[in-house]
């Protein structure tokens, strides 16, 4: 059976109230003591047997954070975070650095399975599209247990592997780009992110090479009051492409858990970065309990000349989503890409949008937005476009559509645009619509059913979105669509 | 086929069908006129299930099911279809999407397995053929951007493609020309079979000609007050509705 059949069969399969991914899974877990301190920080450091300099640049982060203030500029209200309630470190207890699947722990790879992970690499070997293959790292609370095709990567001079890894093998790589699209210093969650970052992915494409296959990364958080800070770093070297896929998904909890992940992206001349995210961590239940709290960084540098960087995004899952992929079209005629889909439901509050920081010569970017709020939730777009006054020639297009189902959520808008440079063509259009009983009466009148009149609706909604994803990413996405959005409707 | 028996609905507290009874037969064409606000839209909403509408009285019977007792998608997998007066539009669904995923909800509601998608596709093709609707015109989003000729022919399809029992024809005829019109009628005449009965709603005799009725009810005030044969449309376009206004005044 193809992955991508398997992948949706099996999503379908997890019949768990509607958050299908409410599991949690047994495993002996090893933890840091609870709460932050310089002791902790040197205690994840040791775990992954880090060098000194990367001890010291967490402690710089750390004395850092210390001294910052959580932002309250979003569009969201929680209960304040004690963030020495949380552990920042948990990892399964046997094999923190296995080898091969073989020797990760079963009960783990039961969990991607449910999740519709194939992360057995059978595939290969029974020769099913063998065109269509993702090479998957797995990341499980605080470590990666899992990388495949790792060996056939490396013959194309690909690097991909955890980052906790490349901190030791390729150090030389990772000291020049860690922390330079994202600084230290950059915000309140990156800072403290660059503190306790456990783990994530490394991916470095070398001049030239066209990734031979996506490359993909499954987050999942187990263990409770466990806070995820993954720290992804990608890099695409001079005329080279590389197309990434990101997934989230946790298990059902009564308290808010913690996710503060970076991600950074650097594209160099001609180079392509692709990524896509389809997050689905637990929205919390209907009352708004539980649920995670994403208060992620993430951000692409098109560094070189004639480089293009294309954030897509599906966001389903979370409590708190605040979250804005972002470019800086530093390189002359690089070209920066945002298309995203927020659908919040229930009491979900999302703030989310992208950055579009034009500094070189013809520069362009593109923004797509579609939010759709149903239930109680809030549903926010906030956007920044901006030309630097060397920016000859900056042009942009921004789309936000918003689409309302029921009467007690709320779609927001909020652009900002600055241009300092009199050539830039700064271009916005939003709308806001509501999915009208009309529509549906007539959806219905044919044969479809309530809820299947609302998924075509908000499936042709987010079409322009859908048709960025790789062909398996979209499937799932619009299944998991569907899934968030039921009982939003009667 | 059809049996309304002593229909009593109202919309915000507005008295809208007052005791209307109506037989439709198998393989019975009828058409209904009557003047604006006489309820004759209102009638085929009610039919078809819309919401807005308190039914206070009386029951629809389809092949003896009581269609007020079902969900609007309930009643079309039973085989009622509503050919809308203003057909609405889906943007970003393309119109074959739409109509697959109609046909296959209402083959799942009959038990029935699902059409593979190269049947599915010489379905559609032989009947937008017969309504001279271009294959590209079957990509774009449903009756986005679509002229009001373009609506109606795609209603007319979709019609076909489901193969309802019990079909509402509810204002086809507006917004369409002289060959719009016949074309649509064409497809509508192609539909007829002793298995499957119509309801044509409309205030003109023009498309009666098109599509010769068997029997055209008189609607007025809510109620059916005069029944005959097709010679009855005629007698209408010649005197207009007056006779029956005065009819209410005395």
């Given at each position: 059976?193809?992955?991508?059949?398997?992948?949706?069969?099996?999503?379908?399969?997890?019949?768990?109230?509607?958050?299908?991914?409410?599991?949690?899974?047994?495993?002996?877990?090893?933890?840091?003591?609870?709460?932050?301190?310089?002791?902790?920080?040197?205690?994840?450091?040791?775990?992954?047997?880090?060098?000194?300099?990367?001890?010291?640049?967490?402690?710089?982060?750390?004395?850092?954070?210390?001294?910052?203030?959580?932002?309250?500029?979003?569009?969201?209200?929680?209960?304040?975070?004690?963030?020495?309630?949380?552990?920042?470190?948990?990892?399964?207890?046997?094999?923190?650095?296995?080898?091969?699947?073989?020797?990760?722990?079963?009960?783990?790879?039961?969990?991607?399975?449910?999740?519709?992970?194939?992360?057995?690499?059978?595939?290969?070997?029974?020769?099913?599209?063998?065109?269509?293959?993702?090479?998957?790292?797995?990341?499980?609370?605080?470590?990666?247990?899992?990388?495949?095709?790792?060996?056939?990567?490396?013959?194309?001079?690909?690097?991909?592997?955890?980052?906790?890894?490349?901190?030791?093998?390729?150090?030389?790589?990772?000291?020049?780009?860690?922390?330079?699209?994202?600084?230290?210093?950059?915000?309140?969650?990156?800072?403290?992110?660059?503190?306790?970052?456990?783990?994530?992915?490394?991916?470095?494409?070398?001049?030239?090479?066209?990734?031979?296959?996506?490359?993909?990364?499954?987050?999942?958080?187990?263990?409770?009051?466990?806070?995820?800070?993954?720290?992804?770093?990608?890099?695409?070297?001079?005329?080279?492409?590389?197309?990434?896929?990101?997934?989230?998904?946790?298990?059902?909890?009564?308290?808010?858990?913690?996710?503060?992940?970076?991600?950074?992206?650097?594209?160099?001349?001609?180079?392509?970065?692709?990524?896509?995210?389809?997050?689905?961590?637990?929205?919390?239940?209907?009352?708004?309990?539980?649920?995670?709290?994403?208060?992620?960084?993430?951000?692409?540098?098109?560094?070189?000349?004639?480089?293009?960087?294309?954030?897509?995004?599906?966001?389903?899952?979370?409590?708190?989503?605040?979250?804005?992929?972002?470019?800086?079209?530093?390189?002359?005629?690089?070209?920066?890409?945002?298309?995203?889909?927020?659908?919040?439901?229930?009491?979900?509050?999302?703030?989310?949008?992208?950055?579009?920081?034009?500094?070189?010569?013809?520069?362009?970017?593109?923004?797509?937005?579609?939010?759709?709020?149903?239930?109680?939730?809030?549903?926010?777009?906030?956007?920044?476009?901006?030309?630097?006054?060397?920016?000859?020639?900056?042009?942009?297009?921004?789309?936000?559509?918003?689409?309302?189902?029921?009467?007690?959520?709320?779609?927001?808008?909020?652009?900002?645009?600055?241009?300092?440079?009199?050539?830039?063509?700064?271009?916005?259009?939003?709308?806001?619509?509501?999915?009208?009983?009309?529509?549906?009466?007539?959806?219905?009148q044919r044969g479809l059913s309530e809820e299947e009149a609302t998924a075509l609706i908000v499936n042709g909604f987010v079409k322009d979105v859908l048709q960025q994803l790789p062909m398996e990413f979209a499937v799932e996405a619009q299944k998991l669509i569907s899934i968030s959005l039921e009982g939003s409707v009667g | 086929m059809l049996e309304i028996k002593n229909l009593v609905v109202q919309i915000e507290d507005k008295r809208i069908l007052n005791g209307l009874n109506l037989t439709v037969n198998?393989?019975?064409?009828?058409?209904?006129?009557?003047?604006?606000?006489?309820?004759?839209?209102?009638?085929?909403?009610?039919?078809?299930?819309?919401?807005?509408?308190?039914?206070?009285?009386?029951?629809?019977?389809?092949?003896?099911?009581?269609?007020?007792?079902?969900?609007?998608?309930?009643?079309?997998?039973?085989?009622?279809?509503?050919?809308?007066?203003?057909?609405?539009?889906?943007?970003?669904?393309?119109?074959?999407t739409f109509l697959k995923a109609t046909l296959n909800a209402q083959r799942k509601a009959r038990g029935q397995e699902e059409l593979t998608t190269p049947d599915f596709i010489k379905r559609v093709n032989a009947a937008a053929q017969q309504l001279e609707i271009p294959k590209d015109m079957l990509k774009r989003a449903l009756n986005v951007g679509f002229s009001g000729g373009e609506k109606?022919?795609?209603?007319?399809?979709?019609?076909?493609?489901?193969?309802?029992?019990?079909?509402?024809?509810?204002?086809?005829?507006?917004?369409?020309?002289?060959?719009?019109?016949?074309?649509?009628?064409?497809?509508?005449?192609?539909?007829?079979?002793?298995?499957?009965?119509?309801?044509?709603?409309?205030?003109?005799?023009?498309?009666?000609?098109?599509?010769?009725?068997?029997?055209?009810?008189?609607?007025?005030?809510?109620?059916?007050?005069?029944?005959?044969?097709?010679?009855?449309?005629?007698?209408?376009?010649?005197?207009?509705?007056?006779?029956?206004?005065?009819?209410?005044?005395?």
């Open positions: 059976m193809p992955a991508v059949q398997e992948t949706i069969d099996q999503v379908r399969l997890i019949d768990v109230d509607q958050y299908k991914y409410g599991f949690e899974t047994e495993v002996e877990m090893e933890k840091s003591p609870k709460g932050l301190s310089e002791d902790v920080i040197r205690f994840i450091s040791a775990k992954k047997g880090e060098p000194e300099w990367m001890l010291q640049w967490r402690l710089d982060a750390y004395k850092r954070w210390l001294t910052m203030k959580e932002p309250d500029w979003a569009r969201v209200s929680y209960d304040k975070i004690d963030y020495n309630d949380i552990y920042y470190y948990a990892a399964p207890k046997k094999n923190p650095a296995p080898k091969s699947l073989d020797e990760v722990d079963p009960e783990i790879l039961k969990t991607y399975e449910k999740l519709g992970i194939p992360l057995r690499e059978q595939e290969i070997l029974a020769g099913v599209e063998p065109e269509r293959r993702v090479a998957v790292d797995a990341v499980f609370d605080s470590v990666s247990v899992a990388t495949t095709f790792k060996e056939e990567l490396a013959k194309a001079g690909v690097i991909f592997m955890p980052i906790s890894e490349a901190i030791r093998e390729y150090p030389d790589l990772v000291r020049q780009y860690l922390g330079s699209v994202v600084p230290v210093t950059d915000n309140f969650f990156a800072t403290l992110n660059s503190a306790v970052f456990t783990d994530g992915s490394f991916v470095y494409i070398p001049p030239g090479v066209r990734c031979p296959m996506e490359l993909s990364t499954y987050f999942r958080i187990n263990e409770k009051n466990t806070g995820q800070f993954e720290r992804t770093l990608i890099i695409a070297d001079k005329g080279s492409y590389v197309s990434y896929l990101e997934g989230c998904t946790a298990p059902k909890r009564d308290e808010n858990q913690l996710h503060a992940a970076v991600v950074e992206l650097i594209a160099l001349d001609d180079a392509e970065i692709k990524y896509s995210t389809v997050q689905n961590w637990y929205p919390g239940d209907a009352e708004g309990r539980g649920g995670i709290y994403n208060f992620v960084t993430k951000r692409g540098d098109c560094r070189g000349r004639n480089s293009v960087i294309t954030w897509t995004q599906v966001e389903t899952g979370s409590a708190i989503t605040w979250k804005y992929p972002s470019c800086i079209l530093r390189g002359d005629n690089s070209r920066g890409e945002f298309y995203s889909i927020a659908v919040s439901n229930g009491m979900q509050q999302v703030d989310s949008g992208t950055k579009m920081i034009h500094l070189g010569k013809n520069t362009t970017s593109r923004i797509i937005s579609k939010g759709i709020a149903a239930g109680r939730s809030e549903n926010t777009y906030r956007g920044l476009v901006s030309a630097h006054r060397k920016a000859t020639g900056a042009r942009n297009f921004t789309n936000c559509d918003s689409l309302l189902i029921g009467n007690q959520c709320g779609a927001h808008t909020v652009p900002y645009i600055e241009s300092k440079n009199a050539t830039a063509v700064f271009e916005h259009e939003a709308t806001t619509s509501k999915i009208s009983e009309d529509q549906m009466f007539y959806c219905q | 198998k393989g019975e064409v009828a058409a209904i006129m009557g003047p604006n606000g006489s309820g004759k839209s209102t009638l085929s909403y009610v039919i078809a299930g819309k919401e807005d509408y308190e039914v206070l009285d009386g029951e629809i019977l389809l092949d003896g099911q009581n269609l007020l007792e079902m969900e609007p998608d309930q009643r079309a997998a039973a085989g009622v279809f509503l050919a809308f007066q203003y057909p609405l539009e889906i943007p970003g669904v393309a119109s074959m109606k022919r795609m209603e007319i399809l979709q019609m076909a493609l489901l193969q309802p029992s019990f079909c509402i024809l509810d204002e086809t005829d507006s917004g369409l020309d002289i060959d719009a019109l016949r074309i649509v009628s064409e497809g509508v005449n192609a539909l007829r079979s002793p298995d499957r009965a119509f309801l044509v709603i409309t205030h003109y005799q023009r498309l009666l000609n098109h599509i010769v009725p068997d029997t055209v009810h008189v609607m007025h005030a809510g109620r059916i007050v005069k029944t005959g044969g097709k010679e009855l449309a005629l007698e209408l376009e010649a005197n207009g509705y007056a006779d029956y206004r005065e009819s209410e005044a005395a």
